[in-house]
C-alpha cells in the first residue's frame, strides 16, 4: 500500500496556505465591504505592490496566473502581432492556448535557449527572420522569472533583453509565477528586476508563495493598462468579493513574509541538491537557483520513488524529474526522499 506523505515534491501550489495570509483573510472576513475591488483591502494591496516596486505601477488582481498572462499579453498585442517566449514557457505549455485566445489569434512564437532562459541575439534573429507583410509582426517577448527550469535571470541579462526589446521595438512581459523565489535568490530590489531593466508588465505570483488564489498584474507601463478593468470583466476575472483574492497580498507584503517564505523553500531545494549531488548514478539537470531541483534518474527509481508515495512530475525527456519545494517543506522531508532514493538505487541497480 502506498504510505500517506503530508507533504512532497509535485508543485509549490500542493501546499496550503501560509499563516500569515490565513490571518489576514480571517481579519478580512469581517463585516461588510464594497464589491469589486472598492474594498480597504484590495486599496492596501495595490499601495503595498506600489511600494515593494518602489513606482507608481497600476495593479489588478485576477485568480490565477493562467489569466494574468494572457490577459496582459493580450493588453500588448493585436491580433496580428507575436508573442516570443522559451519553448519550455507556461505561456506555451500549460496555458491551453489562453495567450492566442484572448488576443484573438496572435502567435506564440518559440525561442530555444540553455537552462530555461532567451537570449537577447535569439531574439533578434526571430524578428529579423521575416519583416514582410505575410509574416506575424513580432511584439512582445515573455520571460519567465524563476525559470520553469528553476534557473533565475540576472538583473544584466533582464536589462540586456530589456534593452534589446526597445531597440527592436518590442514590449517584454515577465511571468513571475516564483518571481518571489527569484528575489529572495538574487538578493536585489524588485524594481532591479522590472521596471528599471525594461519589464512592462509583470504577473506576480501568489499562490505557490503561499497564498490561496490570486495572482496580481503589475502594470509598470500604464499606458498598457488601459481598459484593462473591461478585460477582465469580460474574461470572468473580476471578483466580486475581491477582498478574499486582495486581503492575502496584504499578510504576504507585509514584514517581507513573501520574501521569508520564497527564501525558505529555495534553501529547501539548496539542501536537496547539496544532498543528491554527490549520490551515483542520477544526474542534476540545471543550476538550481530557485526552489525546484531537476534530476535525471532511472525509470525503474521513479517507479520506486513513487510506488512509495512519493510525488514529483517526470516531464523533461523520459527520466527528467523535478523535485519542487515550497515555503512548507521541511529539511525532514528532503532528508527521507534522500534516503528512499538512496535505497531505491541500491534495490534497483542494474535496471534501466
Ligand atoms: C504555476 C505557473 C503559472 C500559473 O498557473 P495557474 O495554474 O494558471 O495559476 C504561470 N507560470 C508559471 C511558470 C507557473 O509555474
Known sequence: MKKERPRHFASDNYAGVCPEAWQVLEEANRDHQPAYGEDPWSVKACDMIREVFETDCEVFFVFNGTSANSLSLAAMCQSYHSILC???AHVERDECGAPEFFSNGTKVQLIEGPNGKIHPDAVEAMVRRRTDVHYPKPKVISVTQATEMGTCYTVDELEALGCRAKHLGLTLHMDGARFANA??????????????????????????????????????NRRLAHEFDYRCKQAGQLASKMRYLSAPWVGMLQNGVWLKHAAHANAMAALMHELLS????????????????????????????????????????????????????????VRSFVKDLKEGLQSTSGQS
Request: hydrophobic residues 45%; proline residues 5%.
Open 86 to 88: 522559451h519553448d519550455f
Open 183 to 220: 528575489v529572495a535568490q538574487l538578493g536585489v530590489a524588485p524594481k532591479a528586476l522590472t521596471w528599471q531593466a525594461g519589464v512592462d508588465i509583470l504577473c506576480l505570483g501568489g499562490t505557490k508563495n503561499g497564498s490561496a488564489v490570486g495572482d496580481a498584474v503589475v502594470f509598470f
Open 278 to 333: 554527490p549520490v551515483e548514478g542520477i544526474e542534476i539537470l540545471f543550476p538550481r537557483q530557485a526552489n525546484s531541483v531537476f534530476v535525471e534518474m532511472p525509470k525503474s527509481l521513479i517507479r520506486y520513488l513513487h510506488d512509495l508515495g512519493w510525488k514529483f512530475y517526470a516531464f523533461i525527456g523520459e527520466k527528467g524529474c523535478r523535485l519542487m519545494c515550497s515555503w512548507d517543506t521541511t529539511p525532514e522531508d
